[in-house]
């Protein structure tokens, strides 16, 4: 699931507060919309104003998922959650259960805002990893010592790294000696002396000597970055429990409909209460949508691998996290 108005994460910028969401915003005001009208009507507010403010709740709530379901019907040419979720929703509201309505838009809603921040929340933490190597580097040009942006570093370039500083980007030490704690992108713990020729990685912090280094590699393409990029592309691969679930999901949310449909139509054309049988149809559209196993499997896979990078380890895909589950032995080094 996309989450609509989750920006790109830039290095260095702070997580937004839930409140700063869309989604989450706009199922917040479903909720509170869906209380106000359920607490008028209990208070004797006329029946006009309580079914305006459950519309409105079904609106405002159901705004993202039901252009969701619009775009996954007409572009991908697939019924989705969404759209059983949304029918449900305005068969509801078109028999007068307006509260009812408003409640299963905002439970549904609530669940997709939950997911999305979710997800914004692992990509905040991946990509601040970036915030372990410095933002400006000072780099030797024509004599002097000038700060520059660490992206506006070259290959090539010469940039000193004084005691206590990280490394901007990779490359090669050219002048001193020192030890360096290479531990964010290695995971060596212990320091490792580096001296002329020696190769020094990006977000590397130095220890006690001042360290000249020629860079080998851009900001955008040091081992720092790659490692992003690879958590990133590890949380697009899917595994195959969740490849199985998207087969499942596309195959049963149209079986779901067609049979809610037909729940409908033939009771009606037999003479029986069409009202009762439309209800009833409601309901089994509600009760048998796949939400919580459809959305589960994506969810955990993408925090599971955005927490491991966070903590140092690379989780290449889903599936290396499935096989995780088959592993008897594990046979680790000194560190």
């Not at 909720?31 to 106000?36: E, F, Q, R, V």
Request: aromatic content about 6%.
């Amino acid at each position: 699931m996309a989450c609509p108005g989750c920006a790109t994460v830039e290095a260095g910028q702070p997580m937004p507060p839930p409140w700063r969401n869309p989604q989450v915003v706009t199922s917040a005001l479903s909720g509170l919309l869906l209380a106000i009208g359920f607490i008028g009507g209990k208070s004797g507010l006329a029946p006009m104003p309580e079914t305006g403010l459950y519309l409105l709740a079904v609106v405002i709530g159901g705004w993202y998922f039901g252009r969701e379901a619009i775009e996954t019907l007409f572009r991908e040419r697939q019924i989705g959650i969404e759209l059983l979720m949304g029918i449900a929703a305005i068969v509801a509201g078109l028999m007068g259960q307006w509260a009812e309505a408003a409640m299963l838009v905002f439970l549904y809603s609530i669940s997709e805002a939950a997911e999305g921040y979710t997800e914004e929340r692992t990509r905040h933490a991946i990509r601040a990893l970036m915030d372990l190597a410095p933002r400006t580097a000072l780099v030797v040009r024509d004599g002097k010592e000038t700060q520059i942006p660490v992206e506006q570093l070259q290959v090539g370039d010469h940039f000193i790294v004084y005691p206590g500083e990280a490394v901007a980007t990779d490359g090669e030490i050219v002048e001193g000696r020192s030890s360096l704690n290479e531990a964010p992108v290695t995971g060596e713990s212990v320091p490792v002396e580096k001296t002329v020729g020696d190769t020094v990685f990006a977000a590397s912090l130095n220890g006690e000597g001042a360290l000249t280094v020629r860079a080998t590699r851009t900001s955008a393409d040091n081992t720092l970055a790659r490692i992003i990029r690879l958590v990133e592309e590890a949380q697009a691969s899917k595994g195959r429990s969740q490849r199985f679930i998207e087969r499942f999901g596309h195959r049963y949310s149209p079986a779901v409909l067609a049979v809610g449909i037909l729940l409908a139509l033939v009771p009606a054309l037999m003479g029986l209460d069409w009202q009762e049988w439309l209800t009833r149809a409601t309901v089994f559209l509600v009760a048998a949508a796949p939400c919580a196993l459809v959305i589960s499997i994506p969810i955990t896979l993408v925090a599971a691998i955005g927490t491991a990078g966070r903590k140092g380890i690379l989780i290449k895909g889903g599936v290396h996290l499935e096989n995780l589950a088959r592993v008897r032995v594990v046979a680790l080094d000194k560190t």
